[in-house]
């Protein structure tokens, strides 16, 4: 499949980014370094994290994901092998949040030391601050830009109009725009990407990097029932698509999957792949196996037959 450029920004990309979420959460070093390894000799090179990565296991402060990263680059010397794309913004404790020009230039040099190296590709507004005016953001970002330290810059969990004036405070004044969003987008979660961000997005030629591209694993078709939720770590967010609707959808994935000898999990990302507009869709992996059934999706082209059907299940 050919590559995909992020907005306007010249980086091309193949249509599927490695979710870096996992890392030092449900994969531990050893595991993410096969994976990450895994990654790039099948051909990919997106690569998503963020600082705020992963936060939430007891024991943790954040910046493990980035750290795993970036002894990985370290140890396998394949910076120039991949993209990296990271985020900001999100509460990292001790009042450490936010978009402004004095959190933002602290917390880029602690993402480039965390990830060893010097610049990042992709670097994103984690969450809308309110509190801090755009062009303060977005003259911050483009200090960055100039310096070298950030290649491009995106948003994450934007609303439409909120990225609309992103938009025109860096035309209005020159400053570095968003070349990509990235909202939570799957065949379960269709309608508000669908409706308010797409139009955008197209029309104004802004990239998309999915997030939640598997609805928390649910698409994967593991979670069956209430009584599957044990599985993983992950099992107890599933709980909310055990609906009529999320059956019918699992039933078209295992119908899909059954006629092009793929798995569903395959089958929910090449349907993201296929939408017109979209990038990349970011889905992680802790194990080679679920690596490699993920990466084929890139390869699996659904005839419109299929798709139909997709549409029709997830229908809103």
């Known amino acids: 499949m050919e590559k995909r450029e992020i907005g306007t920004s010249g980086i091309k990309v193949q249509p599927f980014a490695l979710g870096g979420n996992v890392f030092g959460w449900t994969a531990d070093e050893k595991h993410s370094f096969k994976v990450l390894d895994g990654f790039v000799d ?3 090179e997106l690569i998503d994290t963020a600082d705020v990565y992963s936060t939430w296991p ?5 910046g493990e994901s980035e750290t795993i990263i970036g002894d990985w680059l370290k140890r396998s010397g394949k910076r120039d092998k991949v993209i ?5 913004g999100k509460p990292m404790g001790d009042g450490k949040k936010g978009l402004s020009r004095k959190y933002i230039t602290q917390a880029v040099e602690d993402s480039l030391k965390r990830l060893q190296t010097d610049y990042i590709d992709l670097y994103q507004s984690h969450m809308d601050d309110k509190d801090t005016p755009l062009p303060e953001t977005l003259e911050i970002f ?4 100039k310096q070298g330290k950030v290649k491009a810059i995106g948003a994450s969990n934007y609303d439409g109009a909120r990225l609309k004036e992103a938009l025109q405070v860096s035309k209005d004044n020159n400053l570095a725009a968003y070349q990509c969003l990235q909202p939570e987008y799957n065949l379960y979660n269709r309608e508000y990407y669908e409706r308010e961000l ?14 939640y591209s598997l609805a928390s ?8 029932s209430e009584d599957d939720l044990g599985q993983s770590h992950r099992g107890h967010g599933v709980k909310k698509f055990l609906t009529q609707r999320g059956y019918k959808i699992l039933a078209a994935l295992d119908k899909v999957a059954a006629e092009h000898d793929a798995t569903p999990a395959g089958v929910a990302l090449a349907w993201i792949m296929a939408r017109p507009g979209i990038t990349a869709p970011i889905a992680s992996a802790t194990s080679i196996k679920q690596l490699h059934e993920l990466v084929k999706a890139k390869d699996l082209k659904l005839n419109s037959d299929a798709i139909d059907l997709l549409n029709s299940a997830s229908s809103y």
């Open 84 to 88: 990296i794309a990271t985020k900001v």
């Open 198 to 211: 797409e139009p955008i997005c197209r029309e104004r030629n802004i990239g998309v990097i999915s997030y």
């Open 58 to 62: 007891a024991g943790n402060k954040g």
């Open 42 to 44: 099948a051909g990919m």
């Open 142 to 145: 483009t200090d960055l830009i």
């Open 217 to 224: 694993g649910f698409l994967t078709g593991k979670y069956r």
